[in-house]
């Protein structure tokens, strides 16, 4: 046998038993990680007493979801359950802008799949454009206004068909997803 024929046939047998390795990976430990991660993260988001500690918690968590999403791409539903999946995301949406666009494309990838959840994605594709500075295509962002310290959506693009878009993912009609922050919105008539 060539030298080359057998780099080949190493290289084969170490991808074939590094893919059986990640098919048969114990993830309990990473399931039981993702949920106290999720625990951490709610917490320093409603409690006043850790929100001089929430860089340092987000910092942590995010280091964990990237070395999971280094070692086995975007955790899914089927690799770490539905709140498992739904915790990266959370994390994902958590972090800085380039982070988040680096990211999207294996979120995007995962939701082609049926790995992790449609509206997850639109929520990321909202906060990725409110952070650039441009028009949200679903109405998912709410930020405070720093003159009027009033709550309001970021602008939307085409805002006039937001429902419509908000329908196609499943999300109740802007009106009400507003009511949830005490808000009232009205939809543009022109």
């Keep these: 046998m060539s030298v080359s024929r057998f780099i080949l046939l190493g290289l084969f047998c170490f991808s074939c038993k590094f893919a059986t390795a990640q098919r048969d990976v114990d993830t309990t430990g990473i399931k039981k990680a993702l949920s106290q991660i999720m625990e951490r993260d709610q917490y320093i988001r409603k409690s006043d007493d850790s929100a001089a500690y929430r860089s340092m918690i987000d910092s942590s968590n995010l280091a964990y979801v990237e070395m999971l999403i280094r070692n086995y791409g975007w955790p899914g539903k089927s690799f770490v359950g539905a709140s498992g999946n739904y915790t990266v995301w959370l994390i994902i949406q958590h972090a800085d802008l380039s982070t988040q666009q ?89």
Excluded: C
Aim: proline share 3%; charged share 35%.
């Design 102 to 190: 680096k990211y999207l494309p294996l979120l995007e990838a995962s939701v082609q799949q049926g790995e992790s959840r449609e509206v997850d994605l639109v929520y990321l594709q909202d906060r990725i454009l409110m952070r650039e500075g441009k028009n949200q295509l679903y109405g998912t962002q709410v930020w405070t206004n720093s003159k009027t310290g009033v709550q309001e959506f970021w602008p939307i693009e085409d805002a006039k068909h937001v429902n419509e878009r908000r329908e196609k993912y499943g999300l109740e009609k802007i009106e009400d997803y507003a009511k949830r922050f005490g808000m009232e919105y009205k939809i543009p008539e022109e």
